[in-house]
T-cell receptor, first 113, second 119 residues
Framework: AQKVTQAQTEISVVEKEDVTLDCVYETRDTTYYLFWYKQPPSGELVFLIRRNSFDEQNEISGRYSWNFQKSTSSFNFTITASQVVDSAVYFCALKNQGGKLIFGQGTELSVKP | DVKVTQSSRYLVKRTGEKVFLECVQDMDHENMFWYRQDPGLGLRLIYFSYDVKMKEKGDIPEGYSVSREKKERFSLILESASTNQTSMYLC??????????????????FGAGTRLSVL
């Protein structure tokens, strides 16, 4: 079975704090892809990152960074020096070669000024 | 930029009505998807289409049908709306996959969603 678990339903931080959003996945496939999407209050899911199962290098993009660890089946997302504009629901997702995108339950991040 | 447009942001319908949700993409994508989003459940796939007039059931197709007469347009149809179909509906599209099936790498781009209330 394939599954994505985002155990944190809601997180609240104060601006400038660092925050990590957890994502744990289950799959028996050796080839798969992991994604993070952001859903701001406007509703549209915005693509943030895609990672394939053969590339465990961590990635940094500005204040965003991602830590992919196959040994623990985790693909965590860290926002450094959070800002109010980071407030959104964040989804982690898994796609294998079969093609369907499997989403986690989402983590609602609230960044207070 | 990829643009996926959903015709309505908010809809209010009565139980038993036939409801059409429309989605249009402007990037000539072969693949289109309909999801529903409910609190605590994430996004769940209703139907998808990988070509004109082609459709495949997703994880929760019951109570829904779809239509894809043109490449850029994918419609979700609720034949007889029920209160348990009150939800946020999201449309997505992605570029073609390699021959033989879906390619895992293709990114799905989403519309802004339609929040449907069935009274």
């Amino acid at each position: 079975a394939q599954k994505v678990t985002q155990a944190q339903t809601e997180i609240s931080v104060v601006e400038k704090e660092d925050v990590t959003l957890d994502c744990v996945y289950e799959t028996r496939d050796t080839t798969y892809y992991l994604f993070w999407y952001k859903q701001p209050p406007s509703g549209e899911l915005v693509f943030l990152i895609r990672r394939n199962s053969f590339d465990e290098q961590n990635e940094i993009s500005g204040r965003y960074s991602w830590n992919f660890q196959k040994s623990t089946s985790s693909f965590n997302f860290t926002i450094t020096a959070s800002q109010v504009v980071d407030s959104a629901v964040y989804f982690c997702a898994l796609k294998n070669q079969g093609g369907k995108l499997i989403f986690g339950q989402g983590t609602e991040l609230s960044v207070k000024p | 930029d990829v643009k996926v447009t959903q015709s309505s942001r908010y809809l209010v319908k009565r139980t038993g009505e036939k409801v059409f949700l429309e989605c249009v993409q402007d990037m000539d994508h072969e693949n289109m998807f309909w999801y529903r989003q409910d609190p605590g459940l994430g996004l769940r796939l209703i139907y998808f289409s990988y070509d004109v007039k082609m459709k495949e059931k997703g994880d929760i197709p019951e109570g829904y049908s779809v239509s894809r007469e043109k490449k850029e347009r994918f419609s979700l149809i609720l034949e007889s709306a029920s209160t348990n179909q009150t939800s946020m509906y999201l449309c997505a599209s992605s570029s073609s996959w390699t021959s033989g099936g879906l390619s895992g790498k293709n990114i799905q781009y989403f519309g802004a969603g339609t929040r449907l209330s069935v009274l």
